[in-house]
């Protein structure tokens, strides 16, 4: 570690500062494993049964604006914000009106289940809102690339 003979340049036999690295890499390790087990909860939007598509995903932004609706009808915006389907269209466009025009896509994550028209009352209350940009999310089938 730091220890000297008696004799060294700065006149004294007094302790040497050296910065311990231990502590720091234990810190670091701790919150590395913190990440690596949080990393996955932070999926947005409401566990639902997706209908499976051929397509490949779509690249997109992590800020993106999610509706789910699960197989009652419930409608979310987010995560676990419950809303009335009525609501949506106002709400959505109060959100998007403070984003930029590039930034202005919803995307609806609604359950294989769910009746159709539901999904038809939310998507024509977001389109009389002025929100032109509606994406459908699916999830892939199995063995599809």
């Known amino acids: 570690m730091g220890f000297s003979s008696g004799g060294d340049s700065y006149g004294g036999s007094g302790p040497m500062a050296e910065i311990n690295v231990t502590p720091l890499v234990d810190v670091m390790l701790v919150l590395l494993i ?3 087990v949080a990393a996955p909860m932070l999926q947005q ?3 639902v049964n997706l209908p499976k598509a051929t397509n ?3 690249p997109g932004s992590s800020d993106q604006l999610m509706i789910s609706i ?3 009808g419930t409608v979310f915006l987010g995560a676990g914000n419950e809303i009335a ?3 949506v269209g106002t709400k959505v466009a109060v959100i998007l009106a403070k984003r930029a025009e590039e930034d202005r896509k919803v995307y609806i994550k ?3 289940g769910l ?3 539901v999904l038809m009352e939310v998507m024509s209350n977001l389109h009389q809102s002025g929100v032109t940009q509606i994406g459908l999310v699916s999830a892939p ?3 599809a690339r």
């Open 70 to 72: 699960d197989q009652k």
């Open 56 to 58: 490949a995903p779509l």
């Open 110 to 112: 609604a359950d294989a």
């Open 45 to 47: 939007g409401v566990e």
């Open 34 to 36: 913190i990440f690596m």
């Open 141 to 143: 089938r199995p063995g």
């Open 115 to 117: 009746e159709y028209a």
């Open 85 to 87: 389907p009525a609501e």
